[in-house]
């Protein structure tokens, strides 16, 4: 095939850089915030760079909102939480998916998939209603239940390619040797499918992780359980809007996110592209 | 006989059932009743006080009005634009992406973040660039002599429709740029070289292999967008709450507030049974498109 000429390699490369100053513009941009000191934030005109760019608001922005640390372990809490349960629900469904044929399979598949379509905002009022019958308003349950619902079907979805990729015929020799259908499931499926689950569940947590908001602005009020991306709105103050503090403490909230993705990026990508590849 | 036992190894439809019921249940009771109660809800006064049965009347109010007719075409041209510009930054991204340049590997982790981050927290990172006296974008304008002073984007009725469309686009980017470049990678090399063999150019080559090639994706992704898209709450939550005066108010932020932000559910409730609706039509056309080109491809 023709090589790329090399001004055709610099077009490439200067396009990607455009590419790129759209993708990371806004990280940009808060981690600059985050570094200036208060008075400068409100300097104008704009300016690009200056001298006095410090770590001061990673450090006082504990003492601005002192439930900061728990807002942020609310929300791995939340996640993992929502992670695990959604994992419970999962597997065996993606298991039956992949194995068995049974009547309604593919239609109930395609509900599935219609179920990913309904976002949560659209079913607001009912689970309003519904968490409030059940007295869950309020509480971390209130942002766990919801949550875990709307992970299920793309989460079947993937877990489902992946245990269609391991060979029926181990699990015929494990048969006729006298093994279960439990002990098949979680003796040699569970074991070779560990990447795929790990997939899942990043895919779930990342997903649980960003669904917080809508239902903590909705289900919410108590401030113990909020999670990082509500709390962040008590930077602001009734006087001013600590600004840098606040582009601060969503850096250090999505931080540990960003650092589980990038060493798993690569299983993620592959995981997710297989299943609408395929078809 | 072998085959017997392989048939009954496979036919066991009660386990099935009992493996998928946990799931479907939840399902049904999370999503299934509430959507049914969302019908429900949609022909009472349902309020904090208590509700009544009022027949259409929600629709009747709602289909009459001319502010509703505005929001619904309002979220039709968000969302299309949105779109649109998704499927292109996205595809344009694949080919950089794809192209065998050293740092690819990079790029391609890279290019995900806006997707991974919390919608909500990128959303503040953009009200950050938007603003007029200390966003850059400000910033670079009056630098550039374009703009006379503070410029805020998100105070004017068409900058702030703009806005928040280009924050969804930068959303919605990721996705769509990775689902292209695995389908990309997914085309078999000798087509392309044939078709170099035969002196097709650059462009050619993408024009008549690629592009046809990645259709049955390009479909998929304008879906799975344009559903997310319709329904996007937290971008015109957090930046404008709907304003100013209305500009950004699409079906789902009138709904959130008819109905959690007044309390009236059954108002609140007919615009959601429209939502669904809606949403509904799309994934009927889409189901419809997609059998078709699948036929197309089956009879060569």
Redesign the interface.
């Known amino acids: 095939?023709?090589r790329?000429s090399l001004p055709l390699?610099i077009f490439?490369?200067l396009?990607?850089a455009v590419?790129?100053i759209?993708?990371?513009?806004?990280?940009v941009?808060?981690f600059y915030?985050s570094l200036r000191p208060l008075k400068h934030?409100?300097?104008?005109?704009?300016?690009?760079y200056s001298d006095d760019l410090s770590f001061w608001a990673y450090r006082e922005m504990w003492n601005t909102v002192p439930l900061l640390g728990r807002y942020i372990f609310n929300s791995f809490f939340m996640a993992i939480t929502v992670t695990f349960f959604t994992l419970?629900?999962?597997i065996?469904?993606a298991?039956?998916?992949a194995?068995?044929?049974?009547?309604f399979k593919q239609g109930?598949l395609w509900v599935?998939l219609?179920?990913n379509?309904?976002?949560g905002?659209?079913?607001?009022?009912?689970?309003?209603?519904?968490l409030r019958y059940f007295d869950l308003l309020n509480t971390y349950f209130a942002m766990i239940?919801?949550g875990?619902?709307?992970c299920?079907?793309t989460s079947?979805w993937l877990l489902k390619a992946y245990f269609e990729k391991i060979p029926v015929e181990l699990e015929?020799a494990a048969?006729?040797d006298g093994a279960s259908?439990m002990d098949i499931l979680f003796r040699i499926i569970a074991p070779l499918s560990t990447p795929g689950i790990a997939v899942t569940a990043i895919y779930a947590f990342?997903q649980a992780?960003?669904q917080?908001?809508?239902f903590a602005i909705?289900f919410n009020s108590i401030r113990e359980y909020m999670p990082i991306?509500?709390g962040?709105t008590e930077f602001i103050g009734y006087q001013s809007v600590k600004?840098n503090e606040?582009?601060a403490a969503?850096i250090v909230?999505?931080f540990p996110?960003?650092i589980v993705?990038?060493f798993l990026?690569k299983y993620i990508?592959e995981g997710?592209?297989a299943g609408?590849?395929k078809? | 006989m072998k085959k017997n036992?392989?048939n009954s190894?496979?036919?066991?439809?009660f386990?099935?059932?009992i493996?998928?019921a946990?799931?479907?249940i939840?399902?049904l009771c999370?999503?299934g009743?509430?959507?049914i109660?969302?019908f429900r809800?949609s022909f009472t006064n349902s309020s904090i006080a208590g509700e009544d049965y009022v027949g259409f009347e929600n629709y009747e109010k709602l289909l009459s009005s001319s502010k509703f007719s505005k929001i619904a075409i309002r979220t039709f041209v968000w969302t299309f634009f949105s779109v649109l510009l998704k499927l292109i930054?996205g595809m344009?991204?694949a080919v950089?992406?794809n192209?065998s340049?050293r740092g690819r590997s990079f790029?391609?982790?890279?290019?995900?973040?806006?997707w991974?981050?919390?919608?909500?927290?990128?959303a503040?990172?953009?009200m950050?660039?938007y603003n007029g006296?200390?966003?850059?974008l400000?910033?670079?304008g009056?630098?550039l002599g374009i703009l006379d002073g503070?410029f805020s984007f998100l105070a004017y009725k068409n900058s702030a429709f703009i806005a928040t469309m280009v924050t969804d686009i930068?959303v919605g980017?990721?996705f769509v740029t990775?689902?292209f470049l695995?389908?990309m990678q997914?085309i078999p090399r000798d087509l392309?070289?044939a078709a170099?063999c035969d002196g097709a150019g650059?462009f050619s080559r993408w024009y008549h292999i690629t592009l046809p090639q990645l259709t049955?994706?390009i479909i998929?992704m304008s879906l799975i967008s344009a559903?997310?898209t319709f329904?996007s709450?937290?971008i015109i939550y957090i930046l404008t709450e709907g304003g100013p005066r209305g500009a950004t108010t699409t079906l789902?932020i009138d709904?959130?507030k008819m109905?959690?932000g007044n309390y009236k559910?059954g108002k609140?409730?007919a615009r959601?049974v429209m939502?669904?609706i809606m949403?509904s039509t799309f994934?009927i056309a889409y189901f419809y498109l997609l059998s078709r080109i699948n036929k197309k491809v089956s009879h060569g």
């Not at chain 1, 905002?121 to 519904?130: G, H, T």
């Not at chain 2, 790029?107 to 806006?114: A, D, E, S, Y």
């Not at chain 2, 006296?133 to 850059?136: V, Y």
């Open positions: 095939m023709d790329y390699k490439l490369y396009s990607i590419f790129f759209f993708i990371l513009l806004p990280f941009e808060m915030a934030i409100f300097r104008s005109p704009y300016q690009f419970l629900f999962v065996p469904a298991y039956s998916y194995r068995f044929n049974f009547p109930s599935l219609a179920v379509m309904f976002s905002a659209v079913l607001l009022i009912p689970l309003f209603k519904l239940v919801p875990i619902a709307f299920i079907p079947i015929e048969y006729c259908r990342i992780y960003a917080q908001f809508l909705t991306v509500s962040l600004w606040m582009m969503s909230g999505v996110v960003l993705f990038i990026q990508v997710l592209t609408a590849i078809n | 036992k392989l190894y496979n036919s066991q439809h386990l099935a059932y493996l998928i946990p799931a479907v939840y399902l999370i999503v009743w509430p959507l109660e969302t809800l930054i344009i991204g950089l992406l192209a340049l790029f391609r982790i890279l290019v995900l973040p806006p991974v981050v919390p919608i909500a927290i990128g503040l990172g953009w950050w660039v006296h200390f966003g850059i400000s910033g670079i009056i630098r503070p930068w980017v990721p990775l689902f695995a389908g997914a392309y070289e170099y650059r049955p994706v998929t559903v997310s329904v709450f937290d789902i709904t959130y109905a959690l559910f609140g409730s959601a939502i669904v949403i994934a």
